[in-house]
T-cell receptor
């Protein structure tokens, strides 16, 4: 079945440094979604990318969808302590619309 | 709007005991899901219900049963709990949030410990 791989598993940064997490799928995705989960909280939808090569920005967050629609990345510029949490990518498996989640990247920001 | 509501938030069970996790959404969504989250494993789909009256297995269904009671409610039952079912369980519903594509709306989670 479809696999969604996400790296790194953990990332420690000093506040103000940049952060990137990468997501790779074993199959072509019709779309990819990103979610954020704060420590002790529940996943919250951030964004969805649909088009090949698409780039979307939300303030300091930049999301990219690869040309082949098999990979994606989330880049945070100048991290803040409020960015702490686990970031998940999710893509629909096969012909289904049901998202398969990557294992997530936990971001730890040191003040 | 409460969104997705799960109960209980915490539960401790002994091996072999049974329990039901309740989930309700007030967003009139058709699809509902149960995920479990274990450290380093991400979110794994247990069961889902594409619409009222239908349920299907996800990635890790063994040891669980579900009931889609009506459009609002989707419950998850552990008939004979095992320590391997110690996890955080999330219920979610799928719907549109003003855009063209859907997203998952999650409940706050139910932390289950099986001794």
């Amino acid at each position: 079945g479809q696999q969604v791989m996400q790296i790194p598993q953990y990332q420690h940064v000093q506040e103000g440094e940049d952060f990137t997490t990468y997501c790779n799928s074993s199959t072509t995705l019709s779309n990819i979604q990103w979610y954020k989960q704060r420590p002790g909280g529940h996943p919250v939808f951030l964004i969805q990318l649909v088009k090949s090569g698409e780039v979307k920005k939300q303030k300091r967050l930049t999301f990219q969808f690869g040309e082949a629609k098999k990979n994606s990345s989330l880049h945070i510029t100048a991290t803040q302590t409020t960015d702490v949490g686990t970031y998940f990518c999710a893509g629909p498996s096969g012909g289904s619309y049901i998202p398969t989640f990557g294992r997530g990247t936990s971001l730890i920001v040191h003040p | 709007n409460a969104g997705v509501t799960q109960t209980p938030k915490f539960q401790v069970l002994k091996t072999g005991q049974s329990m039901t996790l309740q989930c309700a959404q007030d967003m009139n969504h058709n699809s509902m899901y149960w995920y479990r989250q274990d450290p380093g494993m991400g979110l794994r789909l247990i069961y889902y219900s594409a619409s009222e009256g239908t349920t299907d297995k996800g990635e890790v269904p063994n040891g669980y049963n579900v009931s889609r009671l009506n459009k609002r409610e989707f419950s998850l039952r552990l008939e004979s709990a095992a320590p391997s079912q110690t996890s955080v369980y999330f219920c979610a519903s799928w719907g549109l949030a003003g855009g063209l594509n859907g997203e998952l709306f999650f409940g706050e989670g139910s932390r289950l410990t099986v001794l």
